[in-house]
């Protein structure tokens, strides 16, 4: 290893000791509930689609849609959709917006970043109502694999890692999956998409200047196959969602682990809401991948852990990403079925 390259890496992790130390610590989360007898024996509480809720522009089908966020009214939706495509569809359609905000009657507001992304991955909305995407990697090979943060009008206001480049240190990701901002402003990315690629978190400070990171391609805790979502809880605690280690992973802020639960199924996207109710979007559970669990989306109490309701879904390799309004509004994306369904109560 290049000695100049080490002396940053050990000064970036002396420099995130010490605002370890000025930091909370954050209290453990519950122990994963004793087992129950069916995993998919949960209440949907009357959920049901409704239809063609979305109005894309006249001409313009769904691609694959593995991110969706919430705007801070709590009521309009932001897409992340791959261009009629379920993988380089921007790519091929360099024309099409990738990012799309819905508002509440499901009509499209606002647009932007054609030509700019390649494998639309994860997005997140924080407290500033600008929005971050990770820009990942497609199974044609062709990569983004960069972070940006833009305005509410698609202006680029950062940009994390280098556009096309992929690589293993701390200014390269390679097949960046997810991107969400802490409680103080810091940028925790998620950077893998499967054992051949990347395993890690990496921690920003708001400037984007790297702090630190945790965790390798594997399945022991701590380490990721792969790192597919992220969200923070009241507490400030962060979940990632594990996906072919079939659970997820809770850490403080700093990378040390808190938790594992794996009643959630096999997720591959995680939402918390602000009454800390989590919702797990689980595309690939069945008897062979996470036997005793079916694919669909569960959500829960952080409080105690437990599972609450279940929404059972037919579709295999579907629903990757999942939200909710402020009214309690569920809305799906899915990726190899190419669709973005909203749910709401009877």
Known sequence: MNPRFFGAIGAAWLASAALAGAQTASPPPPAMPAPVADNNAFPDFGYHEVPGWAKLPAGRKWGAVSGIDIDRDGKSVWVFDRCESADDGCVLHPDEDPILKFGPDGKLVKSFGHGQIVYPHGIY?????????????AKSGKAGDVVREYDQNGKLLLTLGAFGVAGTDTGHFNAVSDVVVGPDGSIYVADG?????NGRVLKYDRNGKFLMQWGKVGAAPGDFNPPHGLAFDKEG??????????RIQIFD??????GIWKQFGRPSGIYIDKNDTIYVADSLSNATTNPGFKNGIRWGRIADGKVIGFIPWGEYNAIEAVVTDDAGNIYAGFTNTRNFRKFARN
């Open 125 to 137: 909305i924080d407290a500033a109502d600008h929005v971050w995407i990770a820009d990942g990697l």
């Open 193 to 197: 998409h499967d054992a051949k690629t």
């Open 237 to 246: 605690r962060l979940y990632v969602a594990d996906r072919s280690n079939n």
């Open 253 to 258: 802020q700093n990378g040390k682990l808190l």
